[in-house]
């Protein structure tokens, strides 16, 4: 989804100026632990499910919602691995747009339909091991949320359903 109304009513008034926003990421894991990734349509980068909150949508709310928008699946959110933000968190989008995000990461597993990009923020889906993220091409802010999200041992292995 481009930028929201809400979003970009705020930016009607700050304009490029930093804005602090909540944000979710979604690590849908399979039984063998590969998590499920998507490839950023506008940078051809890999990054995890998620985004920014609406306004009075809850986190837990927002990541079902991401989940079904960028890959197309109905997940189950199992836990909150981690909260994170700082400067790993704040980015510079081409158009100048600042932004810091704070966000939660949800451990998931999918419950309903076949992972597909929508074709609109996604061009693609890629289920990858833990030794395959470590090589793919991602942006540094991917990266950060992984790295808060993977401790250096590696993930607890997935929760049986």
């Known amino acids: ?5 809400y979003l970009a009513r ?5 304009g490029h100026d ?3 926003a909540p944000s979710v990421a979604v690590l849908v894991r399979d039984e063998e632990g590969r998590v499920l990734m998507v490839l950023n349509r506008e940078t051809g980068l890999w ?12 986190p837990h709310d927002a990541a079902l919602r991401e989940a079904r928008e960028e890959a197309g699946v109905t997940v ?3 836990r909150i691995i981690a909260v994170a933000g700082g400067p790993d968190f704040r980015l510079t989008y081409p158009n100048g747009d600042q932004m810091a995000y704070v966000a939660t990461i949800f451990d998931a597993r999918l419950t309903d339909g076949e992972p597909q990009p ?3 923020e996604t061009s ?6 833990l030794p395959e993220l470590a090589r793919a091409e ?3 802010f991917t990266r950060a949320l992984l790295a808060a999200a993977i401790p250096p041992g590696g993930i607890e292995p997935p929760l049986r359903a």
Do not use: H, K, N, Y
């Not at 989804?1 to 109304?5: G, Q």
């Not at 990054?47 to 809850?58: A, K, N, W």
């Not at 693609?124 to 091991?129: I, L, S």
């Open 1 to 5: 989804m481009p930028v929201s109304p």
């Open 10 to 14: 705020l930016r009607e008034r700050v």
């Open 18 to 20: 930093l804005v602090l």
């Open 47 to 58: 990054q995890t499910i998620g985004g920014m909150l609406e306004p009075d949508e809850s």
């Open 76 to 78: 189950e959110l199992r």
């Open 118 to 120: 929508d074709g609109v």
């Open 124 to 129: 693609a889906v890629e289920w990858f091991t």
């Open 138 to 140: 991602t942006d540094e």
